[in-house]
């Protein structure tokens, strides 16, 4: 057989090409991610107890096999892959990294190739060009998971389905793949279903009695049986994934609960207590959400959601009109079970790299339907062009494509060699809170730190005692009572926890950007013993069980536009609370006397009591004797409008100057004045409730007359 060496060149020209861009542009990603957060954490952990208990991944598969490995609700392949240099150190993060660059480069290598073979060059440069200049697909490389792998993993198994449609001695090769996707992610399973499809299609109704299919299912029970061996002991269900159960909630802080944790959640709970029309309602918006998704995905390389568009219409067409019925049954299906599952379950998590995995595939789909028009669109203009043979076998030419094949690849290992991925950094606020943990702590302790990203730490430090996360709750009452029961003597608030908290802390902590935790109520039983002093701002506070500890408010920082306690003592000290949302803690006055037509000053000093969700206007109000009429006033809402009382911070203290001119026709007599706030739009005042002096329905007279003179 004549080998075409123009053609080989210009495919080695082309491979090296396309991992060039990918290490050019993926190197910046690697660079960014310099500390491990979130699902991160999960894999190096799961890594690391791979590497302790079982020894590495012949050990997994032990534990796999006798059910001792208990992780459900990530695939062990890739964590297998950690452990085999798994260490608890800031150091394993580094090689996870410079891993995940080489899993990506030998993905994009593997799909390259089998486009190249079995679609033609140009597809398969074209495909190779645009995942490597995709920003979604290189943040997954970039991101320690299991993405680098599952992601090209599921394009390659469908390229190899789609070739064992048409050369059944790929089949099994394609099974084989499922059945690693799977232990890679467990909706790599999702691939049987569009494969057999296929092959019904392609091989008539008796497909099943052919010896490939069976041989092509006992390759893909040989590879995924350690998983379902494991599940079926664990669970009954050799399928089962921990993360099933977020099918049937709602919102993913129910998961956090506690209740969910104990019982979990099951289909026939959700049919009972949502209608069709609720789940119909569900499924649409999630589809219509995963969509415009996967057309922000498709359109990455371009940076235009539009091109994005394009491209899954010219999918769509694909998946209903290019190319073999069983090919278009295999992709279409695939596409169309990530799309409506994750659609499904776009109220819990909605994230790009849930389905990313498809989009090598709607991209060649696409590119064939190009293909495919352009072909008929020459058709129909009667335009030819092809090659000469001789052209293409001539020397100078295989030696021009030589040389550009000799010069990318000399570009991509330049490239490769500069590589450079900077090592982890550990924050400074992250360093001192595990050197206080470490040495504040006893095995025996049991401390909350969570729900966290920045400061989780168990993956490369020994920390002692036993850490527990804040469930999903809405008062800090009920965190009280959950410390109480779990016996947990200390709690460390951070920035993530505060926010995904809210309801719990804000009432109880201020945490206001740029300046970070700025002021604490006390609390009952609980004392602050620390908090991060490593910059400006601080990022951690850490309380202490204490029954003893003073009950006394904490300034933790102020700044020129927040404060927190009285600058100075009023002339006239107060304690009058406005409807729970605003108290009076004292005023000046300076005069007491004043003639018609000059100015009277008083200065009041606010502070915030209670969350307040609409704007309030304050009102200074001069009135005669009998408080019959109002002789000069000033209603303003605070500083002139630019800081509504909806965004004062916790118990944040305001001065106001009120200025109004005493009419010339007011007579002299004895006078009062009355303050209060009230609701721009509606009029109506906040009640009051005064401690030192006369109550007022809806004002509170200042315990301080005013002279007029004539």
Known sequence: MRVDWATWLAGLAGLFLVLSIYTLRVEPELARNTWATDDEIAYLNGGIEIRERWGGPVGLLRGLLDGTFTRAERGPLYMA?????????????DRARALDFWLGLAGLTFIFLAAWRWYGLILGIALGLVLATNPHYLNSVAVVGAEVIFIPLVALTLLVLARGMRHPAWLPIGFALVGLSFLAKSNGFFLIVPALLAWAVARGRRFWREQTLWLALAAFL???????IRNLRMTGNPLYNANTRLMWIDQYETSRTEAFRQHGASMI?????????????????????QLTLQAQMLGGPVRSQAVGYVLLALAIIGYLAVGPVSERVLFGLAFAEFILFFGWMTRVWFLPHYTLPVVPTTYLVAFRAIGEAAHRLRGYLHVTWRLSSGWRGHPATLRLWALFALGLAG?????AIRLDIPPAREAPEVAALREWLVTHLTPEDRYILGPEREFRMEWYADLPGQRYSVPAMSSLEELLAYMDEHRIDWLIVTPRQYARRLAVFQDWI???????FMYARPLAGWELVDYDRTGETIEYLIYRRNPDAL?????LRETPDHIFHLPRQPMYPADVNFGDRIALR?????QTEIRPGQEMEVTLYWQRLGRMRVGYTAFVHLLDETESRVWGQQDKPPREGAYPTYEWLLDEVLVETYRFVVPPETPPGTYKLEVGWYEWQTGRRLPVRAVSERPSEDRFLLPVSVQVRP
Do not use: C, N
Request: hydrophobic share 50%; no cysteine.
């Open 586 to 590: 004292g005023f000046d006055m300076s």
């Open 81 to 93: 892959l950690l452990s085999t240099f798994a260490e608890r150190s800031l150091a394993m993060f």
């Open 551 to 555: 009950q006394r408010p904490i300034i």
């Open 222 to 228: 040989l590879i995924a049986s350690p998983l379902m």
């Open 411 to 415: 570009m991509w290992v330049i490239a």
């Open 269 to 289: 709970d959700y049919l009972r207590t949502h209608s069709v029309a609720d789940m119909a309602r569900r499924l649409i918006d999630g589809t219509r959400k």
């Open 510 to 516: 201020l945490y206001h950007e740029p300046d970070k």
